[in-house]
C-alpha cells in the first residue's frame, strides 16, 4: 500500500482565481525519497501542506479529491492527529521554534507524544547528534543564526521519528558542508529506518544524486514523474530552468546528462573529455581599481558578546565602488553580523566602520519586511515591475510563495534611490534557479557596491567580481571568484567540482568552452 496518496486533488487558496493543486494524482510507495522540483509558485509547497493536513484545515479554500497518509484520510484527520505520522519543516524555521532553549524545543514533539522522560532524553540526544547541533543543546534560540535555526527546526521534526517527513527547502539555510551533511542524512534516515522523504528543493545538484525519485510540478499540475536521469533529460528539453549545472554542461558537450559529480565525472572520462589537470588558472585582475572610492571600510573591527564569545574578530575589510562581492563562510562565521554592522544596525566593541552613504540592508527572514494588506502597498510599482511582481498588486503578501517573498523584500529595500551599499543576506531563499539568475543579473546593472552573504556557489559565480570568505569572524580568504570558487569541494561549483577547478571554469558555459577545445575529446 502507498503510504501517501494522492487522488484527482484540486486545491484553490482564498481569495486566489488560480488552484495551488489542479487535478494532482500521485502515489508515493514507503521508503523513497523524492525530491519534489519545480519553479516558485508551481505547487511544491502546497503539495507538502496538503501531506501534513495544513491544506485545507489550516489555510482554508476550496478542496476536492481526496489524500491519504499513512492510512489516514486528510479530510477527516487533521494536522495535529497526523503529526505522529508526518514531520514537516517549512522554508522559514523561525516561525517553527517555539521553545526558548534548543533542548526543550527537541523535547516539545515527544513531550507531546507522551514520550517518558528517559525516552525524550535519547531522543534530544539522537537529533542532536545526527544534525550536529550537540553544542547549541543549551544556547537560546532567540542566538542562533538562521542556519542555526533551520537544523535546530529540523531536529524537532525529525525526533519523534515520523513515518514521512516533508522539507520544504530545508538546505536553504545552510552552508555547503551542512547542506551536504544534511542530504546524507536524510538517506541514511531513509535507508535505515524506511523513512519516506518528501524533499522540495530548487538547488537540485544537491540532492538529485541521492533521490530515487523526481516529481516535477508546473501550474499545480505534475509535469514529470520518473527518475533523477529521466528529470534531468526531460528538464533539458522542456524545463531548462529547472536543470542542473551539470546537465547543463554535459548536455553542451551532447553527452546525456546524469544526476552526481562522481557521474559526470565519469561521462567525461568516457568520452576523452578530462581537461589536461595543467589547466587550471585562475591568474586574472580583480574588478576595481586601488584608486577608486572606498564605499565601505572594516578596520579591525571586534564585536564581543559579554560573557560569550566574539563574533568578528579584529576583521579588515574594505570595499570600493560598483564591486560586486559574495560574501560566504560556514553558518556561526559572522556574515550576518558583518552586514549588520556594515548598516548600522550593531555597534562594533571595538574598531571602526567608515561608509559612503547609505547602507542598504536585506535580512533573511523576508517576512519581516511585510506590513501592509496589499503587495501594492509594499513597494513602488516600478520597483515591483523590476523584481517580476507586475500583476500581484492586489495580493496580500504572506499569500506569496517563499520565492516571490523574497523578490517582494527585495523591492522594499532597494525601493527608488539607490543605495551606496546594498547588502543581501541569504537574498536568494525560496528562489528557483530562474529568478536567482534574473536576480544576478539584476545585481551587475545595480549602480552600487553590492555585498552579498551567500550560501550558494552557482549564485555567487553568477554575479560575484570577488568572493571573501570568512571562519571565526575573520576573513581567511579574499579574491577573484574563479581563484576561491573553482579549486574546492564544498564551496565551489558544481561545475568546478566536475572539472577538479580546471581553468578556473564555474559555469557550464565555461566548462564546455574549455572541453570543447581538449584535443583528446572523442566526438559525440
Known sequence: MSIVEFESVTYRYPGRARPALDGVSLNIEPGQLVVIAGASGSGKSTLLRAVSGLVPHFHGGEFSGRVQVAGQDTRSSGPGELATEVGTLFQDPETQVVMGTVRAELAFPLENQGWGQAAIARGVEEAALALAIEGLLDRSTAELSGGELQRVALGATLAGRPKVVCLDEPTSQLDPVAGDELIGLLRRLNEDGDLTVLLAEHRLERCLGTADRVVAMSAGRVAFDGSPEGFLGWAMKTAPALATPGARLLSGLGLPPVPGVKRARSALRQRGLEPDSGSFSTRGKQKGSQSAQTALKFDRVWHEIKEGPAILRSLSLVAKNGERIALMGRNGAGKSTLLRHAAGLMKPTRGKIQTSGRVALLLQNPTDYLVHDTVAQEAPAAALKRFGLAGFESWHPRDLSGGEKQRLALAIVIGEDTPAVLALDEPTRG?????????????????????????????????????????????????????????????????ARILGGAGGALLPEQGIALLASTPTATPA
Open 431 to 495: 528562489m528557483d534557479r530562474h529568478f536567482k539568475h534574473e536576480l544576478a543579473e539584476l545585481i551587475k546593472t545595480i549602480d552600487a557596491t553590492v555585498i552579498v552573504a551567500t550560501h550558494d556557489p552557482e549564485f555567487a559565480a553568477a554575479f560575484a567580481d570577488r568572493v571573501v570568505l570568512l571562519a571565526d569572524g575573520r576573513v581567511i580568504a579574499d579574491g577573484m571568484t574563479s581563484e576561491i570558487l573553482s579549486g574546492g569541494t564544498y564551496f565551489a561549483t558544481e561545475t
